[in-house]
């Protein structure tokens, strides 16, 4: 086996030590960091076999089964550890010698300190990130004027400050994440992380990799050097489950355990890692009715529901139409850069309608309408019809004003899908089959 200056440039300016050898054993080759470890030099070792140089070498092992040994840790002296990987140098399919490469136990502590140190970095962003991003609501901002709001607004206070679960039961867009920030924020943990998820926007396999993390090696795809869970990186703070409703019977037993015991085990891994997560959980479902179909444990929901908080839903708490939409339409004139207000009579009509998509359906109706208003106010003809207009009035509407209306109406529909912004809009427009500037001009923006 011949070695190239080139190669041999290469192998001596590395830290590793490498020890070449033929199919006779004999040393072929060992750079610098290797002779230093051995204490000799290149003419005292090369051409000797490799056991007469090292009595207890594994190299001759890996000639005589092709293959690799790796991670094999060595002790020279009782103070001088190293790591080996062992390679089968192969030509056409024969072995023709043999590589060894050492980690000096220096370098192997240096590495380990530094991905300790890169653990430590990725913590501390972790934590600003959602602290910036995450947990701007408080309960200054949930507008409670009805009695039955401040009661649940107080009831919410309470809870905050005790480290109990807590259960958000509502209707969709009532502001679940908006009251579990606030609590988060009223609590011991809120210089610590608040971290949300979705339950049903993940399939189970899925949303356990999510909230446990992985190893390594876990399944086809995993990522090199595994995934950190969200009990993981959660800990210290909150760890808000929405839609918990939705999540696979399976994974509810070992979502019971976590809580239970502090601790858990990531996919695919054997030791287990503590954990100190405050849970808020929420759901638009009746529990009690899936835990008598079967389709949620009874047990997880009393571990859950430590405080469970009821939120009316708009339709029960009209009194706070008014102050809501003063506070969204300061939102949007921030947004917009103008200012958007709304007259009595639009006012009025917001009060008489249902609002089956709570606060959520206020909050888009209200940025839908003032992209229509010209002059900044949304009057009563720039609201979508469906708010304005009850059912029993169509019979007297002309066709114009019903195409105008529908078209309206599925326009509105489809940004409250996608959202308003500009990506939103041109989702929109393609889905309709017309150009941006249409839309722009159907919508009178």
């Not at 690799?68 to 080996?84: G, N």
């Not at 579990?180 to 610590?192: F, G, K, L, V």
Request: glycine share 6%; charged share 25%.
């Amino acid at each position: 086996m011949i070695l190239h200056e080139k190669t041999k440039a290469v192998f001596h300016a590395m830290r590793e030590g490498i020890l070449l050898i033929d199919d006779q054993t004999r040393i072929v080759f060992g750079n610098r960091s290797y002779l230093e470890f051995l204490n000799k030099t290149e003419r005292e070792i090369v051409g000797q076999p490799l056991r007469d140089v090292r009595p207890g070498a594994r190299l001759p092992e890996v000639l005589a089964t092709g293959q690799p040994i790796l991670h094999a840790p060595r002790m020279e002296e009782e103070s001088d550890i190293y790591f080996v990987n062992m390679y089968p140098i192969r030509v056409d399919g024969a072995v023709v010698g043999g590589l060894s490469v050492v980690t000096f136990k220096r370098d192997a502590y240096d590495f380990r300190s530094e991905l300790e140190d890169y653990e430590r970095r990725s913590r501390q962003v972790l934590h600003r990130v959602n602290k910036v991003n995450s947990t701007r609501y408080t309960f200054d901002s949930i507008v409670a004027e009805g009695e039955n709001v401040r009661a649940v607004k107080a009831l919410a206070k309470k809870a905050a400050v005790t480290d109990a679960a807590v259960l958000l039961s509502s209707e969709s867009g009532t502001g679940k994440e908006l009251y579990a920030q606030a609590i988060h924020n009223a609590s011991p943990r809120r210089h610590e992380v608040f971290v949300a998820i979705n339950c049903a926007n993940f399939n189970a396999n899925t949303l356990e990799s999510e909230l446990f993390g992985y190893v390594e090696g876990a399944f086809t795809g995993a990522k090199r050097g595994g995934k950190m869970g969200l009990f993981e990186a959660a800990n210290g703070g909150t760890l808000f489950l929405d839609e918990v409703s939705e999540m696979d019977m399976g994974l509810q037993a070992k979502l019971l355990r976590v809580i239970q015991e502090g601790r858990f085990r990531p996919v695919g891994g054997v030791s287990e890692i503590e954990t100190d997560v405050r849970v808020i959980s929420a759901s638009n479902a009746d529990l009690q009715q899936y835990i008598q179909q079967g389709r949620f444990r009874r047990d997880l929901f009393y571990r859950l529901s430590t405080f469970q908080i009821c939120i009316p839903p708009l339709r029960e708490r009209r009194g706070d139409i008014p102050s809501l939409a003063r506070v969204i339409l300061q939102e949007l004139s921030k947004k917009l850069k103008r200012s958007i207000t709304i007259s009595p009579e639009a006012l009025h009509a917001l009060a008489a309608h249902d609002w089956p998509g709570n606060v959520r359906e206020l909050r888009n109706v209200l940025e839908f309408s003032a992209y229509l208003s010209d002059n900044g106010v949304i009057q009563q003809d720039t609201l979508p019809e469906s708010i304005v207009r009850p059912a029993t009035q169509w019979k007297q509407i002309p066709l114009s004003q019903r195409v105008r209306a529908f078209e309206q109406s599925e326009i509105h529909k489809l940004l409250l899908r996608y959202g308003s912004n500009l990506e939103g809009k041109k989702r929109v427009a393609e889905e309709l089959g017309i150009s941006l500037a249409t839309l722009y001009n159907k919508i009178g923006h």
